[in-house]
Each structure stands twice: as structure tokens, then as C-alpha cells.
């Protein structure tokens, strides 16, 4: 119990050293002084809540927000002091918004302690005292041996052991830990793969040491030492020997693996991280708003309380005939008097802060995220892809976006690779029909004959279709099965029989490429290779492999060829493998990449190293020393990788054509047009990345394009970004282009930032070349944190887009054939570039306008609510006394004007879609936040202020002094007081402004649902009709009964009829004049487009929305076909809803984007077959 909490405190952390030793099958030294480490379950928790905690910590989380907290201040003020209005008025709205938020993350929490429960309790076999035993998968220890079975999931991160092949391989995918569908072989060591049964595991003596558990996928270092007749063998452990939890098996019956990380200690769960929280723009100025309504909020408090002391110096109003002093208040001290008026005027006004924003905010964006799942522009029928959103917390935030940072590969590009041109010994050579043409020859040559390779053409196949990383998988796995040899039915397999896997689609398009030219991969087993040279076969022995890493930008494989001899194979990026060449037609081969670079095609250098016998048996010590160091394995390996990968004679080049993507070009240009620069960020070299970039249309060919390429020094950097400088500023080109380099990149942002991005901003588009994912990172941080504080969104769709994708403002993962990981870090998923124009110039407007104007509305309504309040003072020498009662306090946020302003938010549609789409420029209308500008803040405020006046001045005028207006001709004047008091004067001030604020946001929405309708127009029946019922029944458990009859006396005279419509009309006259005459004078953009009428044919009839269903029924209401009728949209009655909406609700294949809009935004009708 003490070392717990010494655990907890932090003074006895649970791992004291750098490694970990684990006893294989728990079997502890039985001598000597052993002390056993530590080691977590393997349960896995990614709750956040127990039974116990659920409710202090999630009080404790939603206090946290600045709003609730208010708002419970305020509510305990109301219990402590004498205030005059009902603790419940505070208390009721805080209690729902605090009740919907809890049931909503304790049922999330919920089916997260569901999917735990069934991960934790999921069958598992375990070798125990000699048997198999079955047990639950949180029961497993580190040290156990743990049996898996073929298409099972790893139950804890494994060091494999032996599995039912002779050689101890095993294939798995990694799918749902880095989305990369391939085959992966992993190995055991020859020392355990030969332990096939539960009694030779039983007796196996070993123990593996290794690293304390990280979070990288890719590393581990370890080792394991068997001991076999008293002799202790060590043999390294790396990536390839550790099988991860979360993985499959594939392609294999059974393994047996030692659990060396268990439950939250397993790499997979340490990769369970909080991406830091983004927060929009909207959600900035919200609070920003929010702190100015608490100033005005205090400013009204502090004045009321003031002039109520003035006013009390008068004798006569200090103590009133009929409100005499107690001994308490006469003894009672000023200050504390001070300061209990001070927080009872505060209670009083405290609704100017609208505490259900927050909850109809949030609703708007969870409900609202819908929609972008349910776009049938959005998805993608070839490959089965809906756009899906990870966070609605960013959907307003679409409409914001001034740079968009976007990988080449795979985002720009299909990421389908097609083998075009190689070069080899300085000739460049085309396949045509599945043979290695030279440059300038036809398929066959003169005298009839096909060319023959020979030589170097010959080494230079066999070293693409050995050195790589592909997997093989057989219509008949079972064939590679079991004893004998695992290779002896290949020869009898065609070209059908097998498929290749492959993590790159560079390899997997060039060892096919061999394939069909003659020289065909068909068999690896982790120990020999064999290939098939024009139908003879030929088995090479793999003794190492030195894997790819972005840091050398090469990979090679060591081989002992059929002959005996031992032999390197490699092949990377030129600027990798040029370099350390000393031999071959190096020259020419660098000329024939530039080449290949310059027509768009990805290139890839192979070269080759011979070893002398005493050379290899160096290496070879030299691998296995940093293989099984425990300190800085990986620094060594480097090290080793470099000796070795040396004096090497250049065989050739490759290019692969990756094409690119449909409509990329267009979607570039309509993002330029919105005012949205983009920046292209790869790893590909500059010629490949410019030849790119100018076909998609991100340059154009009338851009000056300017370099800084290859900077060696910050002074040469410093000196060529001046020059840069001058050149945009003397040139008179309107357009500039930047193309810069990984390297050069580095040295800039060194210590010539503020240049670089001088340079950067005057320039159309960039592009940087060779970047690695970290400097991506950077670019997208350097933007976002300039002066400007531009809105950033970044594109990819590989592990390597990661880090720029959660950096970015917005993060959006494509769907594409380099796995998952940026979709499930990415904040919205889509299957292709193209679909980007929609998600910002559509989806993103909508977004923002709604929310916008929900923001805007709240504070609006919440000042016409508190601001009579705060009049009526002046009228009831600031007693306190509230203007509306308790019940009506309590709703008017919660049930008489929610509903529209939510639904509102969710349909409004200020421009077509098809216009947005198709003037890509009405984007800039809503840039940098212009519809939350403090100029837009202010005048929805002073609007609120005004109206609020007019309805408390306008009911006092017209209802307060003459008694004739209040009159039914029956009234007599000794009654007036009578009838016409406080809560009168009041409900009829709150009846003027409900219908009112209602009235407002009618007029401010310019799409009409059915939705819209019912719930504007109920809003303010459900008010009249709760107010009759409410004041027309005496309630048993209410102390007053304040209200009773109150609004059926008010709703009997007709001049109360008539003060309503002018007080409402008196509001909302000026608004209409005002939106008349700025839309004919000074008409924006956005406005002159939604005068744009659609073409006859094209107009959706019913009023262009939810009016028109499937099946063709239609939901227009009376009034809707009258204005249909009156405008002439509908012309044949219902039936025209159904053929107007599934012929003429498309565009033709000559205009913009896309060929058919059948989107669920607008809820037009679809075809079944569509979905």
C-alpha cells in the first residue's frame, strides 16, 4: 500500500531502470537475491469515469467552463441572500444544462467501459504449468506464453517464439494500428522457432531484456538469452521480432509469443493520445463577447446600486410609510448593505449571459455534422467512401480557411503507380508489351528479333525485384504450410495464382514490372528469395536486410547469390544513393532522372556493392554488434548502414508515373478564386514536384517561378531570399511562385524567418519539395503563428501528413491506399481531393453564417430579455422588484424562442448551393470572421438595446398613462390599479418582445423549411397557450399566485391587441427599410448572387427544399404553394416536385465540378439506387 502511493505521488515511479527483464513462462532465478519488477495488467482502459468518480469529476470538468461556473455563483447568491427573484430561475437552466451534458458523456463513457469490457474479457490460450489453459485476455502477466491463432487479434504486445512453420515466420497486418493493409513477416530466433509444442515451451529457459514500453510503433530494442545445455545464447530482438497488440495473424496457423508490454503499457495503448484541443474562431470571439456582456452585466449592477442609495438620501423614499425598517436593517453595517444590493441586482440581470448558448451551440454542431455525412456529392462510389467527421467542433471553422497546406502524393495524385521508363548502364529503356525497349527502337528489332537483355540490363532486374519489402499471398496459402519445400509449387503457378502486398506502391509497381518483362519475384520465406529469370529459377540466400528510413532515404538487402558470392543491393532517392556510387554511368543516369523528374514520373536510383569474403565477414560482425547493443542501437546501426553502403557501382533509374487525381485542377483554381492560397508540401524531389504542380494547375505557366534550392549556409540563404525579395517587388508579373527544399527550408527558418515569409506571402502559390513530416509541421506552425494568425487546414493522406494535420487549424485525412492513421488523426475524412471545393465553398459557408448569426441572435434576445428589467428600476426605486415573473425567467431561454434559432442554424442557406460552387469568390464574403466583427457585434447589441426600449416605453405609453386604451368600455377608472399592475405591465412587455425576437429571425431567414415554419410559428403559439394554462388554473404548490388569470385579462382588451402590433411593428419596420435599402443601394456580393434565379428547368419547385420528399409526394403547406403560385416556381402542382427535382437538379457535363449534385443538404429527392 505504501509503494502505491508513493507510486501515485511520483516518489517510486514503477519503472527505475532503462530496460526491463522478463523470465519467459515466469520461470525466476531460484538463487540469488531477486527482486520481481513490476509489471501492469493487460486490461485496457480508455474510460474516462468509474461509479465512484462519474460525478465529482464530471462536475469538476463542466464547472470548469467559465459560463457554468457563473452561473453556479450566481445560483448560491440566490440561496444565500435575499434576492428577488426564485433561486429556481438560475438553478432550473443550470440544472438542464448540467443534466443534458452528463447524460450525454456518461452514455459515451458508457459504451467505452462496454468495448473495454469485451476487449478485457475476449478468450485467450495460455501455457501454464505444462497445459494450455483458456483464460481472459486481462489475465494475461508479462512473462506468459500466449497462443495465437490464425486471424486472431494479439491480446499484448509479443516477442514471437516459435510458430507452426519450420523457419519460426509469421505474417500479420497492422491494419488497425497504422491502416497498412500489407503482409508483414516477422521472425523468431532460430533458438525458440524450433519450440513448436506446449512441453518444449514448458521447458524453454530464456529471458528477454529490453527498452521500458514507447510509444513509437516502429522501435524496439531487445534481447534474449537462451540458455541450451548450460550454455547461454543471446540473440537480438528489433521491430520484426515483436508482434504488437491490435495486429492480426495472417497466413498462419498458430504462433507462440512471450508477453513482454501488457494493457496500458502496450504500444497500441500508448498511442492513445488527446490530440490537443482545437478551438474555432467563432468559439474566440464567443468568449470575447461573453466578457463584454459580464462588464455590462457589473456596469448595470454597480449603477443600479449606486442610484438606489441616492435615491434613498431622501428621507421620504429612505423608509417609506409602507416599508418600515426592522431593528436588523437599521443596525445592519453600509458596507455589507452595499455589497447584498450589489449581488441581488446582479441576480437580478444576470440572463444578459445566455447559459444556454453554450448547450444550442453544441447541439447545432453535432446535429449540424450530419450533414456532411450524409453529401452524395461527398462520397466516393468506386472505392465506397462516405466524407466522415472525427470532431464537430470545428464545422464553422470550413469557412474560414485562408492557406491550405496539401500533400502531392496520394492527395494531389491516385497513389496508383505505373512502371513507364527506366534507365540502365546510361540507356533509357520503355516497356511496350511486357519487354524492355531501348529509347528509339520499336518493340522489335530490324531483323525481326526481340531484344535481349544481357549483362547489366539483367543485374539491374534481378536487383528491383530483390531488393524490396513485398509480400507474396497464394490463392493456396496452405502450399507454404508444413514441411518440405516451400517453394517447390511455385514453378507450377501462372501469373493468377499469386498476388503482391506491398507498403509502397513504388515497389509493388516495379517488382510487377519485372514481373511481366521476365524476371519475376516468387518466393520469400524470411531466409531465401527466389525469382524466376525468364522461366529458370534461381534462389538467392537473404542473410540481411537494412530497412528504409527517412533519415538515409534507401533501403538494402545483402544476398549470397546461387554462385556463392555475397552481394548488396540498393536502391533510394538519387540525392541518397549518387553520392556514395564510384562506378557506372553515373552521369548520364543523374541526366536521364531529371529527365523522368521533369515528365512528372517518381525516381528511384539502384546500385549494387560486391563483397570479398573478408569484407562480408566484417559487415557481418559489424550488423549483429549494433543489432544487439542495448545502448544507442539505433545510432550504431546508422553507423554500420553507412560503412556498408558504399563504393557502389550504379546499375540504373526508375520512373513511375503517379496520376493524378480527377478534378484537381479545377478544385486548385476554385480555392484561388475563394482567396485561399495553397501550398504543396511533398517529399518527392523539385523537378517531379514542379512537372506536378504545373499539370494540377497550382502553377500556371504564366507564373514566374522562383527557387530556393540548395542553400548550403545561412548567409547564402539570407543573401538568395533578398534577392527573391527584389525580384517579386521589381518584377511586374502578377503572379509568383515559390519552389523551395527540405534543406534550404532548415537554414531559412533558422534565423530568417520574418524574410522567408515576407517572401512566402507575395507569392501565389509555394511548393516545398523534400520535406520530412516534422518540417511540414513546422511550415503550418510558422503560418499559423505569424502576425496575421491566418486560418490554416492541412490534406494528406499518409502517416507521414500526421503531424501537419494536427497542427493545422484544420485537419482533414484523405481515403487513400496509404492506410488510416491521417484519417483517424484527422478532424474530417474524404475520399478525394475534389470533394475539398464542396466541404470549404458549400459546407463550410453554411457553417459559418448559421453559427454566426446563433451567436449574434443569443446575445440579442438576451439583451431585449434583461434590459426592460434593468428600465423598470427607474420605475420601482430600484426595490428590486423583478418586471417578469419566475416562470417566465426560467423559459424564455430554454422553450419560447429556442427552437427556431436552433433549427435555423441548421438549414439556413443564404446563396444555392450551385451559385457558391460556381462563384468560388462569395467565399471571401465570410473571411476573417467578418460576420463576428466587433462592427456586427455592436450593432446586434445596440439593435437589442433599442428594441428593448421600445418595448418598454412603448407598453408604458401606450398601457401606463391613459386608462381608455386599457379599457373594454366596461373598465371603470377607480378600477385601473386593480387590473392593471406589476405583472400586467410585465407579461405584456415579455409577450411585445417573444413574438418579436421571433418576428426578428424570420426575418432574417432567407431559407424556408417546413421546420422553419412550424417551429417559429409554434414557438409563439406554445407561448400563448402555456400563458393561458399557466395563469388560468391556481397551482396548489406555488407560494404565490402572482399570475393568475393576468394574461387572460390582458388578451380581453383589444387595445392590448393593439399595442402589441404597433410596439412589434415599430421594431421591426426600421430592419425591413434598412435590409431594403442596403440591398438595393450597397448590395454585397452574396446578396447580388442570391438575386441570381436558377433556370427555369433547373428550379427545384415546392420551395426549393425539405417541401419535396422521395417518391415524389409533396409537404408544401398552403402558404408555400401560394407563393410558389405568385412567383411562378410552381407550375404542374405537386407532381412537378418529383420530375423537377430527379431531371433538372443536375448540372451538365460541361460545367464546373461536379456532375451531379444529389446533395442531402438540400434534401431534394434521390434515386435508391444512389445510396
Known sequence: MLRWIRQQLGFDPPHQSDTRTVYVANRFPEHGHYVPQRFADNRIISSKYTVWNFVPKNLFEQFRRIANFYFLIIFLVQLMIDTPTSPVTSGLPLFFVITVTAIKQGY?????????????????????????????????????????????????????????????????????????????????????????????????????????????????????????????????????????????????????????????????????????????????????????????????????????????????????????????????????????????????????????????????????????????????????????????????????????????????????????????????????????VPEGMTEESPDG?????????????????????????????????????????????????????ASSPDEKALVEATKRIGVAFTCSNGETVEIKTFGKSEKYKLLHVLEFDANRRRMSVILQTPSGGQVLFTKGAESAILPFTTSGEIEKTRLHVDEFALKGLRTLVVACRHFRPEEYIDVDRRLNAARTALQQREERLQEAFSYIEKDLHLLGATGVEDKLQDKVQETIEALRLAGIKVWVLTGDKSETAVSVSLSCGHFHRTMNILELLQQRSDNECAEQLRRLARRIKEDNVIQHGLVVDGASLSLALREHEKLFMEVCKNCSAVLCCRMAPLQKAKVVRLLKTSPEKPITLAIGDGANDVSMIQEAHVGIGIMGKEGRQAVRNSD?????????????????????????????????????????????????????????????????????TSLPILVYSLFEQLVHPHILQSKPALYRDISKNSLLSFRTFLYWTLLGFCHAFVFFFGSYILMGEDTTLMGNGQILRANRQLMFGNWTFGTLVFTVMVITVTLKLALETHFWTWMNHFVTWGSIAFYFIFSLFYGGIIWPFLHTQDMYFVFVQLLSSGSAWFAIIIIIITCLFPDVVKKVFYRHLQPTSTQKSQSLSIPQEQALSCMESLCCYQHGQSGCSRLARLMEQMTGQCRAGANQCTASSRSNRSWSDTENFYSNDRSILTLSPIESTHC
Request: include cysteine; aromatic fraction near 12%; hydrophobic fraction near 40%.
Open 108 to 436: 459515451e463513457d458508457w459504451l467505452r467501459h462496454k468495448a473495454d469490457n469485451e476487449v478485457n474479457g475476449a478468450p485467450v490460450f495460455v501455457v501454464r504449468s505444462g497445459s494450455l489453459v483458456q483464460t481472459r485476455s486481462k489475465n494475461i502477466r508479462v512473462g506468459d506464453i500466449v497462443r495465437v491463432a490464425k486471424d486472431e487479434t494479439f491480446p499484448a504486445d509479443l516477442a514471437l517464439l516459435s510458430s507452426d512453420r519450420a523457419e519460426g515466420t509469421c505474417h500479420i497486418t497492422t491494419a488497425s494500428l497504422d491502416g497498412e493493409t500489407n503482409l508483414k513477416t516477422h521472425f523468431s530466433v532460430a533458438e525458440t522457432s524450433v519450440c513448436q509444442s506446449v512441453s518444449q515451451l514448458e521447458a524453454l529457459q530464456a529471458v528477454v531484456e529490453c527498452q521500458q514500453p514507447e510509444a513509437d510503433l516502429y522501435r524496439f530494442v531487445g534481447r534474449i538469452t537462451v540458455t541450451q545445455l548450460g550454455e547461454e545464447i543471446v540473440r537480438p530482438l528489433g521491430p520484426e521480432n515483436l508482434l504488437l497488440r491490435g495486429a492480426r495473424l495472417k497466413n498462419t496457423k498458430e504462433i507462440f509469443g512471450v508477453a513482454i508490454y501488457t494493457g496500458m503499457e502496450s504500444k497500441m495503448a500508448l498511442n492513445y493520445k488527446c490530440k490537443s484541443q482545437k478551438r474555432s474562431a467563432v468559439e474566440k470571439s464567443m468568449n470575447t463577447f461573453l466578457i463584454i456582456y459580464l462588464c455590462i452585466l457589473l456596469f448595470e449592477a454597480v449603477l443600479s446600486t449606486i442610484l438606489k442609495y441616492a435615491w434613498q438620501a431622501e428621507e421620504k423614499w429612505d423608509e417609506p410609510f409602507y416599508n418600515q425598517k426592522t431593528e436588523q436593517e437599521k443596525n445592519s453595517s453600509p458596507i455589507l448593505k452595499f455589497i447584498s444590493d450589489f449581488l441581488a441586482f446582479l441576480v437580478l440581470y444576470n440572463f444578459i449571459i445566455p447559459i444556454s448558448l453554450y448547450v444550442t451551440v453544441e447541439m447545432q454542431k453535432f446535429l449540424g455534422s450530419f450533414f456532411i455525412g450524409w453529401d452524395l456529392d461527398l462520397y466516393h462510389e468506386e472505392s465506397d467512401q462516405k466524407a466522415q467527421v472525427n470532431t464537430s467542433d470545428l464545422n464553422e471553422e470550413l469557412g474560414q480557411v485562408e492557406y491550405v497546406f496539401t500533400d502531392k502524393t496520394g492527395t494531389l495524385t491516385e497513389n496508383e503507380m505505373q512502371f513507364r521508363e527506366c534507365s540502365i548502364n546510361g540507356t533509357k529503356y520503355r516497356e511496350v508489351n511486357g519487354k524492355l
Open 449 to 501: 528479333s526481340t531484344p535481349q537483355l544481357m549483362g547489366e540490363e539483367l543485374l539491374f532486374l534481378k536487383a528491383v525485384s530483390l531488393c524490396h519489402t513485398v509480400q507474396i499471398s497464394y490463392d493456396q496459402p496452405d502450399c507454404l504450410v508444413g514441411g518440405g519445400d516451400p517453394f517447390s509449387q511455385v514453378n507450377g503457378f501462372s501469373s493468377s495464382h499469386m498476388e503482391y502486398y
Open 828 to 896: 474530417y475524412a474524404i475520399a478525394r481531393f475534389k470533394f475539398l471545393a464542396k466541404l470549404l465553398l458549400v459546407h463550410g459557408h453554411f457553417y459559418y453564417i448559421r453559427i454566426a448569426t446563433l451567436v449574434q441572435y443569443f446575445f440579442y434576445k438576451n439583451v431585449c430579455f434583461i434590459t426592460p428589467q434593468f428600465l423598470y428600476q427607474f420605475f420601482c426605486l430600484f426595490s428590486q422588484q423583478t418586471l417578469y415573473d419566475s416562470v417566465y425567467l426560467t423559459l424564455y431561454n430554454i422553450c419560447f
